[in-house]
C-alpha cells in the first residue's frame, strides 16, 4: 500500500441506509397473510389516546402517518383495522435483518427497530454498493417475507434522503 491514493482514509466512503417499509404492519401482514391488502394501523385503539406507530400502505392512502393520533388515523380511514403492537416480534424480525446486514458489514449503525446504517467502504466483495444493497433486499425478502428500501450515497444524510425515494423496495 506505498500508494497513497490507495488510502483508506482517502476513500470515497460507502454508505446504505436501510429502512424497513412499513416495518410494524410488514412483520403483521407477513405473519397473518389474511391482512394483506387492509389498510391497517399499527398502535392503540381509535378511542384511546394512543398514537400510530405504523400503517399499511392501503391506511396511507387515506393520509394516516406515524405519530398521529389513532383517533385522527381512524376519521381518516374508518374502515382500517387497528392492531396493538407486538414488540417482541418486531424485535425478532429486527435482529434477524441485523444478522442479514452482518454478512456484508460489521459496520452496522441501528437506528432503530426499522432503520440502521451500514459502511461498506471497504467491502471485499468487489462489488459497488448498490450491488450489496440489491443484495441484501432479496436476502430479506427470501428469507423473511419483509421489504425494506435502501439509500446508497457518500455520506449519512444523503442515503437517509435516499432511501425515501420509491418506496415501497426503493433502491
Do not use: W
Not at 410494524?24 to 397473518?32: F, L, Q
Not at 393520533?69 to 435482529?95: E, G, N, V
Not at 437506528?111 to 432479496?138: M, N, P
Amino acid at each position: 500500500m506505498n500508494d497513497p491514493s490507495l488510502h483508506p482514509s482517502l476513500l470515497q466512503r460507502k454508505i446504505i441506509h436501510f429502512d424497513m417499509d412499513a416495518f410494524y404492519a410488514s412483520v403483521e401482514i407477513r405473519d397473518n397473510p389474511e391482512l394483506r391488502g387492509k389498510a391497517i394501523v399499527i398502535g392503540g385503539s381509535p378511542q384511546s389516546r394512543g398514537v400510530v406507530c405504523t400503517a399499511s400502505y392501503e391506511a396511507r392512502k387515506f393520509g394516516v402517518k406515524s405519530a398521529m393520533p389513532c383517533s385522527q388515523a381512524y376519521r381518516l380511514c374508518p374502515q382500517a383495522l387497528f392492531i396493538r403492537p407486538d414488540f417482541d416480534r418486531y424485535k425478532a424480525a429486527s435482529l434477524a435483518i441485523r444478522k442479514i446486514f452482518a454478512r456484508y458489514t460489521d459496520l452496522i449503525e441501528p437506528l432503530s427497530l426499522d432503520e440502521a446504517y451500514l459502511d461498506v467502504t471497504q467491502s471485499d466483495l468487489g462489488i459497488y454498493a448498490s450491488k450489496i444493497a440489491l443484495r441484501i433486499q432479496a436476502e430479506i425478502i427470501e428469507e423473511l417475507g419483509l421489504t425494506g428500501s435502501a439509500g446508497v450515497a457518500p455520506n449519512k444524510l444523503i442515503a437517509k434522503i435516499a432511501s425515501d425515494i420509491n418506496k415501497p423496495k426503493g433502491l
